[in-house]
């Protein structure tokens, strides 16, 4: 037999799973086949044992096979046996008096206890972030600071971190100047910030439904007006839908996440963004761009952004780290297009500038190149996990659940049988201490209530099963 020949720079068992992932995906290798021998495999490729152990190590972390004692290895899991999509419902009436924010606070009030698996975060696991690498960078930004970080930064940020900042857009096609960004404190100041430069209050702006609840709870104490677009669990919002809204309403300013959507995971297709930017220039309509899980890709790739295609300034796009490297360092970005001294003037009028340490600690774990080498180990984590609870899923839900196929980000999306009230899910499921968002807290508008958001960023544990679980029979019992 001729052996396989291996190429590319990734490590060689990352390379061999590959070609067996592909494999168990085009179905040569079925749900129930068993696999080369460790010792086949090795003569296969012409590797050690231990490079063909690893390989199938990686691929039982995934999901996708398992070690049967005394037999070996078979394939467990396809993603073609993923459920069918959530749709996109219609407007409904919600049981009961309870707000949205009431819902947000009740689910996000316990949001750092340790006794709770809380599957309504969409965060990393602090195991999953370098922190003694982090903490290196503090260090060395107290010891190389001239006034030891004492000192305000400037309005803009700290010149060195909107540097790498620009240095980072190059990955999504931006070809940008340090002048050009504006340092917040996290996405969420920039998104504010943004909308306030944009807008006045009773002005009317178009978002995606179902959306992150912190995107509405900014429209509502700037005093704005929503109208909701829908949004394809697969390819973004819904464009047509968009253009006819804009001839019929007197649209200020559109707030969008087309890369991984929260909470539906969708990435808007290249061609889709490209003409997004096309429409709302043609109309003079700023675009603030939401790009908070563009680092989380799973494919070979990074997604464009809107911003790529902005040639005339009306996109905003905003970004963090708060996501992907550190939340609690609340650093985030703006690069505002033609309405930079806008939002810089509202930036020295809101809080004059940021926190200077994380400013510099963060500029410095930048430029020595820590962050692409944590994002490589993080997107590959967070695939392997989402794999593992879709697959939790299935063990445990009713047959009729639908789950959305994220390709980056956090989180899953979960349509139920209609007689399922999430919201009434999630407060029975806390007598177990488990969590989850409801749909409902996702729209401005009566809509999602047998819908529900899981976020995968916790590793697959016996806790998250157990979690999956008990939600599964709650289900079951409500539906």
């Known amino acids: 037999m001729q052996k396989n020949k291996l190429n590319g720079t990734d ?19 079925k749900i129930g086949d068993k696999l080369p021998s460790v010792r086949m495999l090795s003569d296969e490729y012409g590797i050690s044992m231990g490079t063909a152990f690893q390989a199938y190590y990686y691929l039982e972390g995934k999901g996708l096979i398992e070690s049967r004692p005394k037999s070996g290895y078979y394939v467990r899991f396809n993603q073609k046996r993923f459920p069918a999509l959530p749709a996109a419902p219609k407007p409904e009436t919600l049981a009961g008096t309870i707000s949205v924010d009431e819902m947000v606070a009740a689910v996000f009030k316990k949001l750092s ?10 965060a990393p696991a602090k195991e999953l972030l370098p922190t003694a690498k982090l903490n290196k960078s503090i260090v060395h930004a107290f010891r190389h600071s001239p006034t030891s970080c004492i000192q305000y930064e400037d309005t803009q940020g700290n010149l060195e971190l909107r540097k790498q900042v620009a240095r980072m857009a190059f990955n999504w096609g931006g070809k940008i100047s340090a002048n050009d960004v ?11 910030l943004s909308l306030q430069a944009v807008t006045r209050p009773g002005d009317t702006v178009a978002i995606e439904t179902p959306t992150f609840f912190g995107i509405f709870q900014v429209m509502e104490t700037l005093g704005l007006h929503v109208i909701e677009i829908p949004t394809d669990a697969v390819t973004g919002i819904d464009l047509n839908y968009l253009e006819q809204a804009i001839k019929t309403s007197n649209i200020k300013a559109c707030v969008f996440v087309p890369s991984f959507n929260n909470p539906l995971g969708c990435c808007m297709p290249d061609e889709n963004k ?11 309509i700023p675009l603030i761009e939401d790009d908070i899980y563009g680092e989380l890709y ?21 970004a963090s780290i708060s996501k992907s490297l550190a939340p609690g360092y609340r650093i985030g970005w703006c690069i505002p297009g033609r309405f930079r001294e806008q939002l810089t003037r509202l930036k020295m009028r809101h809080t004059i500038t940021g926190v200077t340490i994380t400013q510099q600690a963060m500029a410095h774990f930048l430029s020595i190149g ?25 063990d445990h839900f009713p047959e009729n ?13 979960l349509e139920l049988n209609k007689k399922v009230n999430t919201f009434q899910l999630y407060q029975e499921a806390m007598k177990y201490q488990v969590s989850v968002a409801p749909g409902r807290i996702f729209s401005m508008r009566d809509r999602y209530s047998n819908y529900m958001r899981i976020g995968y960023g916790q590793p697959w544990n016996d806790g998250v099963e157990r979690g999956l679980r008990i939600l599964g029979g709650l289900v079951k019992k409500m539906g």
């Open 11 to 29: 490590h060689l068992y990352l390379q061999i799973a590959g070609s067996l992932e592909q494999m168990i995906h085009n179905e040569i290798l």
């Open 113 to 122: 206890a340790s006794d709770i698996t809380n599957l309504a975060i969409a």
């Open 182 to 192: 504006v340092i917040t404190a996290g996405c969420m100041e920039a998104l504010s």
């Open 274 to 284: 490209k003409a997004l930017v096309e429409l709302i220039t043609k109309h003079r």
């Open 298 to 318: 799973f494919g070979q790739h990074r997604p464009r952004c809107c911003k790529t295609y902005d040639t005339e300034g009306w996109v905003l796009y905003c």
């Open 370 to 394: 820590r962050f692409d080498y944590h994002l490589k180990k993080l997107r590959t984590a967070l695939h392997t996990q989402q794999l593992r609870y879709v697959q939790g899923i299935l």
């Open 401 to 413: 659940t639908k789950v959305s196929r994220p390709q980056g980000g956090f989180v899953l999306w």
